[in-house]
């Protein structure tokens, strides 16, 4: 029988921290708390962990010095999710920069907190590593490099494109919402992101008005679909 998951919890809130563990404990998680960064390194030194979720907004040491910590020790490979203030997009955008996996605005639902859990375990638990390379009916983009090719023909991609195409691949085959993508990207408004999608769609798909690479999922944003 597989072992459930084991999730770490570090916020300061005691009510917080005391909600999501009972909440992700009825789910059919593990759940391990931490009411500072210190308490964290204990836990993690001595248990191994399939995510970490860490608040930001801590005394003393916050969530994005302990992110630091962790991908740099012994368990680096360890996916985190940040929770954060609604409205602090710089956080968010330092944290993903730093190695998050994922965030999540405060106050969230805990039905939003499960969906995130478990997308970023299935993400974490493929036994092969995400290629370096994804390949869209006979384009083949290289996200390392910044290409997309044809063949040996490099196709021409704007900053804005880029950015776009990077975020979405990073994330290939799971939903990133219209807000992270303007956020993450130099789009800055959800409707540019929509302008940008429309853009790439033409030099990606084989039939941009049937969209199979860059699909739209209703309510929420876009998901990239390789071959």
Same mark, same amino acid.
């Given at each position: 029988?597989?072992?459930?998951?084991?999730?770490?919890?570090?916020?300061?809130?005691?009510?917080?921290?005391?909600?999501?563990?009972?909440?992700?404990?009825?789910?059919?998680?593990?759940?391990?708390?931490?009411?500072?960064?210190?308490?964290?390194?204990?836990?993690?030194?001595?248990?191994?962990?399939?995510?970490?979720?860490?608040?930001?907004?801590?005394?003393?040491?916050?969530?994005?010095?302990?992110?630091?910590?962790?991908?740099?020790?012994?368990?680096?490979?360890?996916?985190?999710?940040?929770?954060?203030?609604?409205?602090?997009?710089?956080?968010?955008?330092?944290?993903?920069?730093?190695?998050?996996?994922?965030?999540?605005?405060? #106050?969230?639902?805990? %039905?939003? !907190?499960?969906?995130?859990?478990? &997308?970023? $375990?299935? *993400? +974490?638990?493929?036994?092969?590593?995400?290629?370096?390379?994804?390949?869209?009916?006979?384009?083949?983009?290289?996200?390392?490099?910044?290409?997309?090719?044809?063949?040996?023909?490099?196709?021409?991609?704007?900053?804005?494109?880029?950015?776009?195409?990077?975020?979405?691949?990073?994330?290939?085959?799971? #939903?990133?919402?219209? %807000?992270? !993508?303007?956020?993450?990207?130099? &789009?800055? $408004?959800? *409707? +540019?992101?929509?302008?940008?999608?429309?853009?790439?769609?033409?030099?990606?798909?084989?039939?941009?008005?049937?969209?199979?690479?860059?699909?739209?999922?209703?309510?929420?944003?876009?998901?990239?679909?390789?071959?």
């Amino acid at each position: 029988m597989k072992e459930p998951a084991h999730i770490l919890i570090v916020d300061d809130d005691d009510r917080i921290r005391d909600l999501t563990k009972r909440f992700l404990t009825l789910k059919g998680f593990r759940v391990s708390g931490a009411p500072d960064a210190a308490t964290a390194r204990g836990l993690m030194e001595n248990l191994a962990f399939d995510l970490a979720i860490l608040d930001i907004m801590m005394p003393g040491e916050d969530g994005l010095s302990l992110l630091c910590a962790i991908r740099k020790g012994p368990a680096r490979e360890t996916p985190v999710m940040l929770l954060t203030a609604r409205g602090q997009t710089s956080d968010r955008i330092e944290g993903l920069r730093l190695g998050a996996d994922d965030y999540l605005a405060k #106050p969230f639902e805990p %039905e939003e !907190l499960v969906l995130r859990c478990e &997308a970023i $375990l299935r *993400r +974490s638990q493929k036994s092969a590593p995400p290629p370096n390379e994804i390949e869209m009916s006979g384009l083949v983009f290289n996200a390392a490099r910044g290409e997309l090719k044809s063949g040996d023909e490099r196709i021409r991609l704007t900053d804005a494109e880029l950015q776009l195409l990077k975020v979405l691949a990073r994330n290939a085959g799971e #939903p990133v919402s219209r %807000e992270d !993508l303007a956020e993450l990207t130099s &789009a800055g $408004l959800e *409707r +540019s992101v929509d302008v940008q999608v429309t853009r790439l769609r033409r030099k990606i798909e084989p039939n941009p008005k049937e969209p199979v690479h860059i699909q739209t999922v209703r309510g929420i944003g876009y998901r990239l679909m390789p071959d």
